[in-house]
């Protein structure tokens, strides 16, 4: 299984946002910099993230993005769905869209997946992953000999 770097790009977005929190605003192209991800890529990830109202944007020379929530309030879940969708395969979301539903053994094997998944995302905050960025930082810093 592979994820696209929409939900990917869109959870380092949203990490450096969370960084940033209570700061001010922050400029794409800083993120796009510091992340090493094009400023015209992050541009086309952050137009959901602000319609489903995860982030504020702010125009004019003083201007920029912040997250919308505290982090504490944004799990990864939020954001994965945003940018992936919320459902591994389409039949779990519209049963209609194949015949096979009643009888397909593998359409179990996806919905268990879906639910560990959502369950593991729904777990974590962006306040937690600031706070594993953090420590990942601190040892990279002074590796334990």
Do not use: H
């Not at 400029?27 to 400023?39: M, N, T, V, Y």
């Not at 769905?81 to 539903?101: A, F, I, N, T």
């Not at 992953?129 to 420590?135: F, G, S």
Request: glycine share 8%; with cysteine; net charge positive.
């Amino acid at each position: 299984m592979k994820l696209s770097t929409r939900p990917r790009y869109g959870l380092r977005l949203m990490l450096a946002l969370a960084r940033n929190y209570g700061k001010g605003n922050t400029f794409l192209k800083d993120i796009a910099l510091e992340e090493g991800i094009s400023e015209k890529y992050l541009s086309l990830i952050i137009i959901p993230l602000k319609g489903v109202g995860l982030v504020n944007s702010v125009r004019g020379s003083s201007g920029g993005y912040t997250l919308a929530k505290a982090p504490s309030q944004i799990t990864l879940k939020d954001i994965v769905d945003v940018m992936e969708g919320d459902c591994l395969v389409d039949c779990l979301k519209d049963p209609k869209v194949c015949s096979r539903v009643s009888t397909c053994t593998t359409r179990d094997v996806w919905t268990l997946l879906g639910g560990k998944i959502s369950e593991t995302l729904s777990s974590i905050t962006l306040e937690q992953l600031v706070a594993m960025n953090n420590e990942k930082k601190e040892q990279a810093i002074s590796p334990s000999i």
